[in-house]
Structure formats: structure tokens, C-alpha cells
């Protein structure tokens, strides 16, 4: 936010180059946090991922499961 506001003030003052500095950490630090939020959404999923695979390997590899007769 606050490099938003100081690139606003450049562009008010007439100062292309600190505008276009303070924009592009501006969306350096936007891209930054959209990032740690998929990482913190894929930590939130992956614990319950893991437990659902798990869930499936075990019933898999019991035979009853399937109701089929092995010879």
C-alpha cells in the first residue's frame, strides 16, 4: 500500500521515474503476496489430501474390498 501511495505522489509531482519505481515494487510485492497465499492455500489441503490417499492405499490393498474371490 505504501509503495501505491508514494507512486501516486510521484505522479502528482511530475516524477515519471520515481512513479514507475515505486509501481513496479508496487506489483513485485502484489505478485509476492499472491503467491504465499496459494502456498498457505495448498498447506491448508495437502494434510487432508494426504489422509484421503492414504485412506484409498489401505482399502486397496484389502481384497474384501473388491468382492472378488482370488483363486
Excluded: W
Aim: charged share 30%.
Amino acid at each position: 500500500m505504501s509503495f501505491a501511495l508514494r507512486s501516486r505522489h510521484a505522479e502528482k509531482q511530475k516524477d515519471t521515474e520515481n512513479q514507475h519505481r515505486f509501481y513496479e515494487r508496487m506489483l513485485k510485492e502484489d505478485s509476492d503476496v499472491a503467491l504465499l497465499r496459494v502456498f498457505e492455500c495448498f498447506l491448508e489441503a495437502a494434510p487432508q489430501q494426504i489422509l484421503q490417499i492414504s485412506i484409498l492405499l489401505v482399502d486397496t490393498r484389502d481384497e474384501s474390498t473388491f468382492h472378488c474371490k482370488l483363486p
